[in-house]
């Protein structure tokens, strides 16, 4: 598996706006093959933002790679603007990508 994640610091008060986009974003994902799952993740809240991150899950490497390639991939990233017109973050979104070595699953949890 293949874990890829970026992590957002935005803007204290803009909070709202980012979430919104995400919320109403088409992704196309699903139209993907080797697509596990994606997760929105809000963190903790510093002086001047709120630290946000994207962690998807992949079959491998070579599955998030031709999403990063694909024209899905530039559709959902076109519908993901900003309509406020200024800038919601800190930065540039970080990426990181993790190969996964090793997972353990509580059977029991739902």
Same mark, same amino acid.
Request: net charge negative.
């Given at each position: ?18 979430? !919104? ?6 992704? #196309? ?21 709120? *630290? #946000? ?5 992949? !079959?491998?490497?070579?599955? %998030? &790679? ?6 899905? %991939? ?13 800038? *919601? #973050?800190?930065?540039?979104?970080? %990426?990181?990508? %993790? &190969? ?11």
């Amino acid at each position: 598996m293949f874990i890829a994640m970026n992590r957002f610091q935005v803007k204290l008060g803009a909070e709202p706006a980012f979430e !919104a986009i995400w919320q109403s974003r088409e992704s #196309y994902l699903n139209e993907m093959p080797g697509f596990v799952e994606f997760h929105l993740l809000k963190g903790s809240q510093a002086e001047d933002h709120t *630290l #946000y991150s994207t962690h998807t899950t992949w !079959a491998d490497k070579d599955a %998030f &790679e031709a999403w990063t390639r694909s024209e899905q %991939f530039r559709r959902s990233h076109a519908r993901a603007g900003n309509d406020t017109g200024q800038s *919601l #973050y800190l930065g540039h979104p970080r %990426f990181e990508g %993790f &190969e996964v070595l090793r997972t353990e699953r509580n059977s029991a949890a739902a």
